[in-house]
């Protein structure tokens, strides 16, 4: 797992406006004016985020002078995926403690039943 | 999943050293004196950063009024692991082309073993 990508991957998807460009981009590739249609945002403010993306290595731009089509790059969110994945025993405790809980409200409220 | 906690969650995890502290808090709760030390960092400084991750709901601190334990809490990172959760086929369709590249590799250094 490379570490050292972490900062700027987890810092670019901070933001909803990139993280719904990395949406649109898993449906294919799109030029920056198809990724800045669904915004109430300037052409500049969607580059600037599209740059985000870019230098976190999320996104390629194409070559074409004309149309420079963006398009996902996933390896830096598999490492981001590994890092959470270290946490998953922890999330499945607390869930688990609730399911317990919850077990518990149950079965007193079914004695409370049978006692009123 | 709560989409609205993702932005504070992956702003928080954008830092080393928040990320370190719940590396640390992993292994259990750890008051801010005992997560400090491993850090060239002054206890201002990594307060700084439990804020942060209070705010983002990644720790909760004890009530007691010297002693103010840290403890993990997983479930925004449930969250976010969750969206990222959904990109995989992503980059593991990168991880295929590559692999199928080496195969490919492989078998045309057999061919031309052969023919040499």
Redo the contacts between chains.
């Keep these: 797992m490379n570490l050292s990508h972490?900062?700027?991957t987890?810092?670019a998807?901070?933001?909803?406006t990139r993280?719904a460009i990395?949406?649109r981009l898993?449906s294919g590739e799109a030029s920056v004016s198809e990724l800045a249609a669904p915004f109430a945002m300037s052409l500049p403010a969607v580059s600037k985020h599209l740059k985000v993306l870019e230098r976190a290595g999320l996104i390629t731009r194409g070559r074409a002078a004309q149309w420079r089509p963006c398009r996902?790059?996933?390896?830096p969110?598999?490492d981001?995926?590994e890092?959470?994945?270290?946490?998953?025993r922890?999330?499945e405790?607390?869930f688990d403690r609730l399911e317990d809980y919850l077990h518990e409200l149950q079965e007193k409220e079914k004695t409370d039943g049978r006692n009123s």
Tied chains: 1, 2.
């Excluded at 998807?13 to 909803?16: F, S, V």
């Excluded at 890092?83 to 998953?88: P, Q, V």
């Design positions: 972490l900062n700027t987890f810092a998807l901070a933001d909803p993280r990395l949406a898993a996902l790059e996933a390896a969110l598999k981001a995926a890092w959470l994945e270290e946490y998953r922890f999330w405790e607390s």
